[in-house]
């Protein structure tokens, strides 16, 4: 987006003596993202339209569409409808929603963003909050909904994962080779802030596969084990929140620092009216939706087609086009030595994720009478440790270099063959897993 105001024939929703909330007090990590792939304004084109109500249209339609970067995947999203309609093969369908899902996920955030410039920075800061990871939570409801837990936690799990290894590595391993001359400082009192939630989230992990694997008998420590994540689930929200009053209110001049300097070069106006945001965030919503069940519904056929794990499918290829918008926003910060604004885009998506959709999720299963606890599995639970304390190790004096990103980028290959290498089918269930059921024998445990 230009940084220069331009005259904006598409804000339909006039603030009467009220003027809209400063940009800075709302910014985060996807509208940051956001911004970053955003494409130059040229709405100029539009206003040469006679009809008010035609050039309204194509001004949203020109901003929303066209404005990113990655408009050239839009037409992959009525390709995937027609491939599904046309039954051209769930492996088609599949890849082919996968990549639509990468526009429409940066789209969502640019809508936030709108919205947000209406709203001030609470509600901005909430909104950002609820659909910052939008595809990921409809991609994991939609997997609930046909029962597919183990899909729910792996692709939750593989976007902490993506976002603290394979982005913030590659941040880190560009930002440095192209900043060899100069120290990248960060601001560490944050990162240390985002590295406590994601131990926490980690404890609240492990406790419940260390209750499952316990001397108790089978079906008591099933029982326990998902009583426990569901308690753990209401205090990981409890926390999330009061993060978002930290970071929000009582201390948002923490999460301002190192980012001033961009707001001041990126002095933004809206670009499209408040009802306008409304109608195409519920419009992008609906189609992410519908590619979300897509996804869902071919991923063991693509699994057993490639003849590979849907561990691997969920953990490592969903979260790297989900993330693709993010990846290539941190790692541009960081080739301009803004490393506060990677580590807001890269870890902050890792702590919605970890603090406030997975326990969602759980709290969301429970309502609807799904067994869905917060054992991730051995394999997985130890990953995501290993992942939390390397990260937090490697942030916590401050400063980075290109060994560092390069380090978390081959922990993430690690991580990656290891899931290649196994081979759970999904049918089978997991080993250690125990299913409870919501029978009338087990009305209790749900």
Not at 50 to 62: A, F, I, S, T
Not at 164 to 175: A, D, F, I, N, P
Request: aromatic share 8%; proline share 3%; net charge neutral.
């Amino acid at each position: 987006m230009s940084s220069q105001a331009v005259s904006n024939p598409s804000i339909d929703s006039k603030a009467t003596g009220k003027e809209i909330y400063e940009h800075k007090d709302i910014e985060s990590a996807h509208s940051h993202s956001s911004s970053s792939l955003r494409r130059a304004s040229q709405k100029q084109l539009c206003l040469i339209v006679r009809y008010k109500w035609l050039r309204l249209l194509l001004c949203n339609l020109y901003e929303v569409i066209l404005g990113t970067k990655l408009s050239f995947l839009f037409p992959l999203v009525p390709l995937a409808i027609l491939a599904n309609r046309l039954r051209l093969g769930n492996v088609w369908v599949f890849l082919i929603s996968l990549l639509g899902l990468a526009p429409l996920a940066e789209r969502l955030g640019f809508i936030t963003e709108q919205i947000a410039f209406y709203t001030g920075p609470t509600v901005g800061g909430l909104l950002n909050a609820t659909c910052g990871n939008a595809t990921e939570m409809l991609i994991a409801v939609f997997a609930l909904y046909h029962g597919k837990t183990n899909v729910v936690k792996y692709s939750l799990m593989g976007s902490v994962l993506s976002n603290l290894l394979l982005v913030l590595g590659t941040s880190l391993l560009c930002g440095g080779l192209a900043n060899m001359k100069k120290e990248q400082r960060f601001n560490k009192v944050v990162s240390g802030i985002n590295s406590s939630l994601l131990m926490m989230a980690s404890l609240c992990l492990m406790l419940p596969l260390a209750l499952q694997r316990s001397n108790m008998a089978y079906s008591e420590a099933a029982v326990s084990t998902l009583k426990l994540s569901r308690v753990s689930s209401i205090i990981m929200l409890v926390a999330y929140a009061a993060y978002l009053f930290f970071q929000l209110k009582t201390h948002r001049q923490l999460f301002e620092e190192g980012q001033e300097t961009e707001e001041e070069e990126n002095e933004e106006e809206p670009s499209i009216g408040l009802i306008s945001s409304i109608v195409w965030l519920c419009a992008l919503t609906v189609v992410i939706s519908l590619l979300s069940q897509y996804i869902v519904e071919t991923i063991e056929d693509v699994a057993e087609s490639w003849e590979i794990s849907v561990n691997f499918i969920s953990i490592i290829l969903l979260p790297i086009v989900g993330n693709a918008a993010e990846h290539a926003s941190a790692v541009l910060f960081a080739l301009k030595n803004k490393l506060d604004i990677s580590l807001a885009v890269a870890m902050g998506s890792a702590t919605q994720i970890a603090m406030f959709v997975i326990p969602f999720i759980t709290v969301l299963a429970w309502m609807m009478g799904k067994p869905m606890d917060l054992d991730f599995h051995i394999l997985e639970t130890v990953s995501l440790f290993a992942t939390v304390l390397i990260t937090a190790y490697i942030l916590q004096d401050g400063t980075s270099n290109y060994m560092k990103g390069l380090v978390l980028l081959l922990c993430y290959l690690v991580i990656a063959t290891c899931f290649l290498l196994l081979q759970t089918p999904l049918t089978k269930g997991h080993p250690h897993q125990t299913v409870v059921s919501c029978d009338s024998n087990n009305s209790h445990a749900c």
